[in-house]
């Protein structure tokens, strides 16, 4: 057995980081959500209005979905009972794969049990040390650490920069290019006709996480997607569509090649039948239920119209990721506070998740707001935004009219 000096030097490190970010404000803890109810969900007993939530548009508790579960559950069971090469492969996760192809206009897909696994499973696959990937300097963390384990060259050009992508891809024999559709953290989206555009021009396959933008973006998702030219693209299931799990698209060559290479995908089980069968009725309701998307961009709309007139800092996106600018880690953490005072929950979004410097409050908006919960949010954003602002000058004041009184008083002891 391990001496007791070992679990003590473990248990010291632990103790060590958890009391370190505990400190600079970066500790993260699980909230236990007791309940659901459409925009509404009850944390420890109270009721907030949900505005950090992926269910963009309002499909989650959907009876189609939850029709589809069950239905799926009866014929395969709960879960898919192995690994997908080998007894973890059904028809349900095939007719998925399908349809999302037919969507697309790519040759064939692979599911996977989560976004993170399946960009993870792609770039270690994909590359190694003789590799060349240049990358929008805001991909998500499963796609960098991914390319870190492939040992591949990452050469990451200025965010949305078509300019500085164009100077990387001209100054060496490049792999790959890999960007997002819609940016998770700043919710802004990247120019995916000027990259695809430009790797056409270079000869270079283009790779899109798709995650906040399938099923949200027209351009990425039906026949538009068609004429983008994207080589490879990554859709996750727990963002718009409300349910779980992911999908490779690609060639045949390339879903066969992560048959064999993807460790992500060989070695894990199999996302489940059932959850393959929601998925695929939540695309399919993505795509002939329009007024879901319609009433999501009215949303989006309506809150930046009423931000701009009480004049929030909210960065500039026109998807369902709102960001509030703070800046500060501890800041941002006591306006997310104020706002679940107020019976609001909103993500408070901090380093290493965002550049230091950058915290901020993450807004998401969905199909399933409506006006009033909108008005709650942004009445309490700026009244919030108000006091943390005006406690912040006043500290300031006080730390320098003090300081002012040591250095007059120091001048005058000498």
């Given at each position: 057995?391990?001496?007791?000096?070992?679990?003590?030097?473990?248990?010291?490190?632990?103790?060590?980081?958890?009391?370190?970010?505990?400190?600079?404000?970066?500790?993260?803890?699980?909230?236990?959500?007791?309940?659901?109810?459409?925009?509404?969900?009850?944390?420890?007993?109270?009721?907030?209005?949900?505005?950090?939530?992926?269910?963009?548009?309002?499909?989650?508790?959907?009876?189609?979905?939850?029709?589809?579960?069950?239905?799926?559950?009866?014929?395969?069971?709960?879960?898919?009972?192995?690994?997908?090469?080998?007894?973890?492969?059904?028809?349900?996760?095939?007719?998925?794969?399908?349809?999302?192809?037919?969507?697309?206009?790519?040759?064939?897909?692979?599911?996977?049990?989560?976004?993170?696994?399946?960009?993870?499973?792609?770039?270690?696959?994909?590359?190694?040390?003789?590799?060349?990937?240049?990358?929008?300097?805001?991909?998500?963390?499963?796609?960098?650490?991914?390319?870190?384990?492939?040992?591949?060259?990452?050469?990451?050009?200025?965010?949305?920069?078509?300019?500085?992508?164009?100077?990387?891809?001209?100054?060496?024999?490049?792999?790959?290019?890999?960007?997002?559709?819609?940016?998770?953290?700043?919710?802004?989206?990247?120019?995916?006709?000027?990259?695809?555009?430009?790797?056409?021009?270079?000869?270079?396959?283009?790779?899109?996480?798709?995650?906040?933008?399938?099923?949200?973006?027209?351009?990425?998702?039906?026949?538009?997607?068609?004429?983008?030219?994207?080589?490879?693209?990554?859709?996750?299931?727990?963002?718009?569509?409300?349910?779980?799990?992911?999908?490779?698209?690609?060639?045949?060559?390339?879903?066969?090649?992560?048959?064999?290479?993807?460790?992500?995908?060989?070695?894990?089980?199999?996302?489940?039948?059932?959850?393959?069968?929601?998925?695929?009725?939540?695309?399919?309701?993505?795509?002939?239920?329009?007024?879901?998307?319609?009433?999501?961009?009215?949303?989006?709309?309506?809150?930046?119209?009423?931000?701009?007139?009480?004049?929030?800092?909210?960065?500039?996106?026109?998807?369902?990721?709102?960001?509030?600018?703070?800046?500060?880690?501890?800041?941002?953490?006591?306006?997310?506070?104020?706002?679940?005072?107020?019976?609001?929950?909103?993500?408070?979004?901090?380093?290493?998740?965002?550049?230091?410097?950058?915290?901020?409050?993450?807004?998401?908006?969905?199909?399933?707001?409506?006006?009033?919960?909108?008005?709650?949010?942004?009445?309490?954003?700026?009244?919030?935004?108000?006091?943390?602002?005006q406690a912040a000058i006043h500290h300031g004041e006080q730390?320098?009219?003090?300081?002012?009184?040591?250095?007059?008083?120091?001048?005058?002891?000498?």
């Amino acid at each position: 057995m391990p001496s007791k000096s070992m679990y003590s030097k473990l248990s010291a490190k632990l103790t060590a980081s958890l009391d370190q970010r505990k400190q600079a404000n970066l500790l993260r803890e699980r909230q236990l959500v007791d309940a659901v109810y459409g925009s509404h969900i009850h944390i420890d007993g109270k009721e907030y209005i949900n505005f950090s939530s992926n269910d963009y548009l309002g499909l989650r508790q959907t009876s189609e979905l939850i029709k589809a579960q069950q239905q799926a559950a009866k014929k395969y069971g709960v879960g898919s009972g192995s690994s997908p090469l080998v007894t973890g492969y059904s028809q349900a996760h095939q007719d998925l794969e399908q349809y999302l192809c037919e969507l697309t206009g790519h040759h064939a897909a692979m599911v996977f049990t989560s976004g993170f696994s399946a960009n993870h499973g792609l770039m270690s696959a994909l590359f190694d040390k003789s590799d060349v990937v240049v990358a929008d300097k805001l991909i998500h963390a499963s796609m960098i650490d991914g390319l870190r384990h492939s040992v591949a060259k990452l050469k990451r050009f200025k965010h949305n920069s078509v300019t500085d992508a164009e100077r990387l891809l001209a100054s060496s024999e490049v792999t790959a290019l890999v960007t997002e559709s819609v940016f998770s953290m700043d919710g802004d989206c990247a120019p995916l006709q000027a990259l695809s555009d430009l790797c056409q021009k270079y000869n270079v396959p283009l790779i899109v996480d798709d995650a906040h933008g399938f099923g949200v973006l027209g351009q990425t998702i039906g026949c538009a997607a068609k004429k983008l030219n994207i080589d490879i693209q990554i859709v996750t299931f727990g963002k718009a569509l409300g349910c779980q799990g992911a999908a490779i698209l690609g060639s045949r060559q390339l879903i066969d090649y992560l048959s064999n290479h993807c460790r992500d995908y060989i070695y894990s089980t199999a996302l489940p039948p059932t959850s393959a069968a929601v998925a695929l009725k939540a695309v399919q309701l993505a795509v002939t239920e329009s007024q879901r998307q319609t009433a999501l961009f009215e949303n989006i709309e309506y809150f930046r119209q009423r931000a701009g007139q009480l004049e929030l800092p909210i960065l500039d996106s026109s998807t369902p990721i709102q960001g509030i600018k703070i800046g500060e880690p501890e800041q941002t953490l006591q306006l997310a506070n104020l706002m679940k005072q107020d019976g609001l929950w909103v993500g408070a979004i901090r380093s290493p998740t965002v550049p230091v410097g950058t915290d901020r409050l993450r807004v998401t908006i969905t199909a399933q707001h409506s006006r009033s919960d909108i008005d709650t949010c942004i009445e309490a954003l700026s009244k919030n935004h108000k006091q943390l602002t005006q406690a912040a000058i006043h500290h300031g004041e006080q730390m320098l009219a003090k300081g002012n009184g040591l250095a007059e008083g120091s001048d005058y002891a000498s």
